[in-house]
């Protein structure tokens, strides 16, 4: 998709207009109940810094340990800046700031009041969304629909809906947007590889894939603790319903470690989703399913939460549990990969001697799949060459839906019919399976 400069900022098509008051009427109709009231206009951020020219200038919504890693990447490149940071813990986004102008030089960048502020702000580009799951849709709508780029972390979305709103506005608004599935661009190759070999027919027609993650959430059952000074909870909360706070889902200050709320149903849907959205992302990819998705969700019989299958129009299934990160097999031999390897054998036996010319590169006459530098400089790179990324929005939406539909699986216990192209559930139990592509909002500033 080419991107035109001239409609920056100004940008708001019906079509995302649309995804963005549907996607927020949850929240509205929650409104009474909560008690809540619109949030007031955001406050400006300060005076920006001189940049040269050209450079652009990026925000920061969400400051944990993902953010502290992502940032370095963001600043490696000299055309780019951060200039604002936003946390609901002003610890975080202290140090957030701290450690961007400890490269860039004092006041670079600020402290941002709130994530509002930075969408607001006409001088910033592009942002970066490092916030919990619960946290990705409403920046990252917002932001498109504002004409600014969005790099936003994996999985995309809490529910269907949310990410058929967020792809919708980004495709609408002709952002250049990056989901964090940085599986196609980094760990050696390994996986890129992979998916190569699979598309290029190295191993026959793939009859049988396997993903290798976590099991579903569960609800949310931390005991309450004294709210510390610094935290705006609220925030933290957003969406998801009232509950009393825990440090194990927000830490008190900067932290080296990631968070618990990652287990919990109201704000991310499990380890399942947290790594599904790396490994079950290169089994789409593989596919060349990156615009569509499987047919048939099918739970293990005995309630097990392992072995859901999922069956693609074609025939190949894939199967929630396995030996690795993401198993590829087919008549001609199998394909495993993970972050640290990848190797091929023929027939299934992981016991059998590699066989390397399954993984040859690409001869003339395949296809070759690309290789960036790392996920970051190719979101920066397709700013500037008005292109789409790796992983644009609607990649990052099909590969959170195989994660939920995997939940959804599990939830119903019984087999599902998915309509990709429809997003929607047909046939027996479809009720219960559509009744959970969105959930309830509470309302929030």
Known sequence: MTIDPTRRDFVRTSAATAAFVAFGAGCAATAKSSGGSAPAPAPALPPAKPLAPGTLRLGMIGFGVRARELHGGFLDDDRAAIVAVADVAAARAAEGVRLVNARRGEGACKVAANWHAIVADPSIDAVIISTPDHWHAEPAIAAALAGKHVYCEKPLSLTIAEGRAIANAARASCVVFQTGSQQRSEFGHHFVRAAEAVRNGRIGRVTRITIGVGEPPVPCDLPAEPLPGGIDWDAWLGQAPMRPFNHELCPVGMHNHYPKWRNYSEYCNGGLADMGAHHFDIAQWALEMDD?????????????????????????????????????????????????????????????PDAPELLAPPAAGERALPRYRSHIADFLDAIREGRQPIAPAEVGHRTATICQLCNIGYEVGKPLTWDPVAERFTGANAAAGNALLARPRRRHA
């Open 292 to 352: 569509s998705g499987p047919r048939e969700v099918i739970p293990p019989a005995n309630g097990a939460k392992t072995g859901l299958r999922f069956v693609y129009a074609n025939g190949v299934e894939m199967i929630h549990g396995g030996p690795t990160d993401c198993t590829f097999q087919g008549p001609l031999g199998t394909i495993e990969c993970s972050r640290g390897h990848v190797r091929a054998y023929r027939g299934v036996d992981r016991a059998a």
